[in-house]
T-cell receptor, first 113, second 115 residues
Framework: QQQVKQSPQSLIVQKGGIPIINCAYE??????FPWYQQFPGKGPALLIA?????SEKKEGRFTISFNKSAKQFSLHIMDSQPGDSATYFC????????????FGRGTSLIVHP | ETGVTQSPTHLIKTRGQQVTLRCSSQ?????VSWYQQALGQGPQFIFQ???????GRGNFPPRFSGLQFPNYSSELNVNALELDDSALYLC??????????????FGSGTQLSVL
């Protein structure tokens, strides 16, 4: 059972483009939605995160848009650069217990120069 | 401040063998979680340790076991290895549970190949 569905599986854009990665969740108890960036041979690194009480959060060139009623959230990368080429994972976490996030399957992003 | 370190980086085992993977948590972190990441998939939660006690477990069989030591470093042990255990094993540390533990800091992982 996949609780967090991520799309697309892969994405190719030109430098300066705005790739958008989408995630949908089912469990309305989720209260924390982080995005992780993973480079080959490395572990995921926290990029940006949002809570369901806000609809948008920006950190540098990265923006999360959150739609609570649709149970969807997305990552936008402004002015994308070749160095942004990586795999991106969305995740969702519910409160209580061990506070463990559930990850999406990932999106492989390639930004061409 | 040191980050999360894992050892070894790569490991090759044969089916039926046992393996131990190690993780040193980031300075000041008392919580360690282990994840299995199959090729092309997102990390899957194995278990979490908080102050040396198991604090949650994912859908993994009992042959996956762990320990956390007083210095908060941790081990993941897998017995009776199967071919499907081939994956990247990630350790993540965090600063406690709840809001303080929301940010996970991952190591670079151990790539395990089971032949």
């Amino acid at each position: 059972q996949q609780q967090v569905k991520q799309s697309p599986q892969s994405l190719i854009v030109q430098k300066g483009g705005i790739p958008i990665i989408n995630c949908a969740y089912e469990n309305t108890a989720f209260d924390y939605f982080p995005w992780y960036q993973q480079f080959p041979g490395k572990g995921p690194a926290l990029l940006i995160a949002i809570r369901p009480d806000v609809s948008e959060k920006k950190e540098g060139r990265f923006t999360i848009s959150f739609n609570k009623s649709a149970k969807q959230f997305s990552l936008h990368i402004m002015d994308s650069q070749p160095g942004d080429s990586a795999t991106y994972f969305c995740a969702a976490r519910r409160p209580g217990g061990s506070y463990i996030p559930t990850f999406g399957r990932g999106t492989s992003l390639i930004v061409h120069p | 401040e040191t980050g999360v370190t894992q050892s070894p980086t790569h490991l090759i085992k044969t089916r039926g063998q046992q393996v131990t993977l190690r993780c040193s948590s980031q300075s000041g972190h008392n919580t360690v979680s282990w994840y299995q990441q199959a090729l092309g998939q997102g990390p899957q939660f194995i278990f979490q340790y908080y102050r040396e006690e198991e604090n949650g477990r994912g859908n993994f069989p009992p042959r996956f076991s762990g320990l956390q030591f007083p210095n908060y470093s941790s081990e993941l042990n897998v017995n009776a290895l199967e071919l499907d255990d081939s994956a990247l094993y990630l350790c993540a540390s965090s600063e406690g549970l709840g809001l303080s533990g929301e940010k996970l800091f991952f190591g670079s992982g151990t790539q395990l190949s089971v032949l």
